[in-house]
Every structure is written in structure tokens, then in C-alpha cells.
């Protein structure tokens, strides 16, 4: 993927732009749901795709994919949607000196949830149900979890380069 960043950004530097960037997201999500005693729902998902950002004489130009073998593609259409902005455009876009950042994140975590199976999951969610019953008279009960890792990238013509992976869970 790296490979393919730095080609996006060589093709700014290349159309003689300001300033340019790529920002890409990848995003899986897991979701399971029970409800009296039984599985009610499983929904595993994920999305992904990119943004790329660029200032060309002063007018910006913004594409993005969900499909990041479009590429290199998707950056000429950045640079078109600049170019045919500038006839428009009243004042150009200056954009505030920044320091380049690289840097890495990771959410702490102890367990990635991804690595446990459903079945031990579902488990987890049916004892839980269990206990609620033997706790009060229900007539109803459900269990959920959620459970969402996204990972980011963000390069800039400046020299960013910043990673991050996130985790996040519900129950």
C-alpha cells in the first residue's frame, strides 16, 4: 500500500500542486445479537476506500474510491476537479504551515476481539442470557455485541506519513 501512496503523491508533486493528500480507511465491523436464548442476528461487515485531496493554484480538488486498486485513477480525477475549479474560483486556498508528522497509534487493547470465534461469542452471549433469567423472572431477553477495527492511513506531499488501528466494542 505504501508503494501505491507514494505514487499518488508523486503524481501531485508532478502536476505542480501546492499541496496534496491521501487519506484511506479500512473498516471491518462484527455485530452479534441474541435473543431469548437463540442467535437472532450475525452481521459481519466491511468497508474501505480513499480520499485524496489537492490544491492546484490556489483551487481545490477532491475525488475518492472504494476501490484502492483505482488509485492512480482516482487522483487524476483530484487534479481535473482542481484544474476546472480554478475558472471559478474568486480567492485561492492558502493553507497554514504545518510540520510534517510521522508517527504510528494503536488502540491498547489486550485481546483483539477479532481473534475470538463466534461460537465462543455466541456462548458468552447465551450464558449472559442465562444468568439474566436466573437473576429475575424475564420474559424477554437479548444479548449484543459489537466489535469494530478500523485501520487508517494519512499522507500528505509535506511528508506526513501517520498509521493508525482502532478498536472499538460494545456488549
Not at 483505482?70 to 480554478?86: C, D, F, P, S
Not at 485561492?92 to 489486550?110: C, G, M, N, W
Amino acid at each position: 500500500m505504501r508503494k501505491k501512496i507514494e505514487m499518488v503523491l508523486e503524481r501531485i508533486r508532478a502536476c505542480g500542486a501546492e499541496y496534496g493528500d491521501i487519506r484511506i480507511i479500512d473498516t471491518i465491523k462484527e455485530s452479534i445479537t441474541t435473543e431469548d436464548q437463540m442467535v437472532a442476528d450475525i452481521i459481519d461487515s466491511r468497508s474501505k476506500g480513499a480520499g485524496i485531496r489537492v490544491i492546484l493554484d490556489g483551487s481545490l480538488g477532491f475525488a475518492a474510491t472504494q476501490d484502492l486498486s483505482n488509485l492512480a485513477e482516482t487522483v487524476e480525477r483530484a487534479i481535473q476537479i482542481a484544474q476546472a475549479g480554478r475558472m471559478l474560483q474568486k480567492e485561492k486556498i492558502v493553507l497554514s504551515a504545518k510540520e510534517a508528522v510521522r508517527d504510528e497509534y494503536q488502540t491498547p487493547i489486550e485481546i483483539d476481539p477479532f481473534t475470538i470465534s463466534k461460537e465462543d461469542k455466541i456462548n458468552l452471549l447465551l450464558r449472559a442470557e442465562k444468568a439474566m433469567r436466573e437473576a429475575a423472572k424475564l420474559s424477554r431477553t437479548t444479548g449484543s455485541m459489537v466489535f469494530q477495527r478500523q485501520d487508517k492511513i494519512y499522507a500528505d506531499t509535506e511528508g506526513s506519513y501517520i498509521v493508525q488501528r482502532l478498536y472499538e466494542s460494545g456488549a
